[in-house]
C-alpha cells in the first residue's frame, strides 16, 4: 500500500511570500500507462476539498498560476508563489488511482 | 449544472446501519469511477470506497471492508453507501467526489 508523507505539517507564511510543501510517497506513483497519477487538494476552513493539480503539473480550469505542481517518481512539490490570504487552507496530496491522501499541510498567514 | 449532492446521513447507534446517497448531475454519470471519502472531525481525508463506471469493479478501505457496500445506478445519476454495523469511529463527514468534483459533504455521526 503507497503511504504518502507530507512536510511540513503546518507552514505559517507571510503574505505575498512564496510556499512549499513537499510530498513523498513509499514507492514509486508511475503507472502501467507512463502516467503518474499524483494530485493536490485545497481545503479552505468549512468548505470541500478542491483539487488544484492532477497528474503532477496539470491545474485545474480557475486554479490561480501562483499555484504550480513538480515532482516524478517518489517526490512531489506544491509551491504558491506569493501567498494571498484566501490560500489559507490544508493542501493535501493525493494519489490519483487508489485514493491514497498525505497527512494534509495546514498553510496559515503569519 | 455539474454537482454532487449527498443525503441520508445523520445519528445512529453504535451497530447501526445507514444508507446515503449521491445524486450527481450535469455530466455523463456512466464515464466515472466515483468515489466515497470521509473526514473524521479535525482530521484528514481517507479514500473509504470507490467504483468504477459499469459498477463491476469496487474498493473498500480495510477499516470499513465487510461492513459498508458501494454501489451505483447509472440509470438514476445515483452512487450510494451502505454502512452496516457502523462505529463510533465511522463518525465523520462523508464526501461523494469525482476526480474533480465534490459534494458538499454530509455528517454521519455513531453514538449512544
Given at each position: 500500500e503507497v503511504v504518502l508523507t507530507q512536510s511540513p505539517l503546518s507552514l505559517p507564511v507571510t503574505l505575498g511570500q512564496p510556499a512549499?510543501?513537499?510530498?513523498?510517497?513509499?514507492?514509486?506513483?508511475v503507472y502501467s500507462d507512463g502516467n503518474t497519477y499524483l494530485n493536490w487538494f485545497q481545503q479552505r476552513p468549512g468548505q470541500?476539498?478542491?483539487r488544484l493539480i492532477y497528474k503532477v503539473s496539470n491545474r485545474d480550469s480557475g486554479v490561480?498560476?501562483?499555484f504550480s505542481g513538480s515532482g516524478s517518481g517518489?517526490?512531489?512539490t506544491l509551491k504558491i508563489s506569493r501567498v494571498e490570504a484566501e490560500d489559507v487552507a490544508v493542501y493535501y496530496c493525493m494519489q490519483g488511482k487508489r485514493w491514497t491522501f498525505g497527512q494534509g499541510t495546514k498553510v496559515e498567514i503569519k | 449544472e455539474v454537482q454532487l449532492v449527498e443525503s441520508g446521513g445523520?445519528?445512529?447507534?453504535?451497530g447501526g446501519s445507514l444508507r446515503l446517497s449521491c445524486a450527481a448531475s450535469g455530466f455523463?454519470?456512466?464515464?466515472?469511477?466515483m468515489h466515497w471519502v470521509r473526514q473524521a472531525p479535525g482530521t484528514g481525508l481517507l479514500g473509504v470506497s470507490r467504483i468504477s463506471g459499469d459498477g463491476t469493479n469496487t474498493d473498500y478501505a480495510d477499516?470499513?471492508?465487510g461492513r459498508f457496500t458501494i454501489s451505483r445506478d447509472n440509470a438514476k445519476n445515483m452512487l450510494y453507501m451502505q454502512m452496516n454495523s457502523l462505529r463510533v469511529e465511522d463518525?465523520?463527514?462523508y464526501y461523494c467526489a469525482r476526480d474533480d468534483l465534490w459534494g458538499q459533504g454530509i455528517l454521519v455521526t455513531v453514538s449512544s
Open positions: 512549499s510543501i513537499s510530498c513523498r510517497s513509499s514507492q514509486s506513483l470541500s476539498p478542491r490561480p498560476d501562483r517518489t517526490e512531489f | 445523520g445519528l445512529v447507534q453504535p455523463t454519470f456512466s464515464r466515472y469511477w477499516s470499513v471492508k463518525t465523520a463527514v
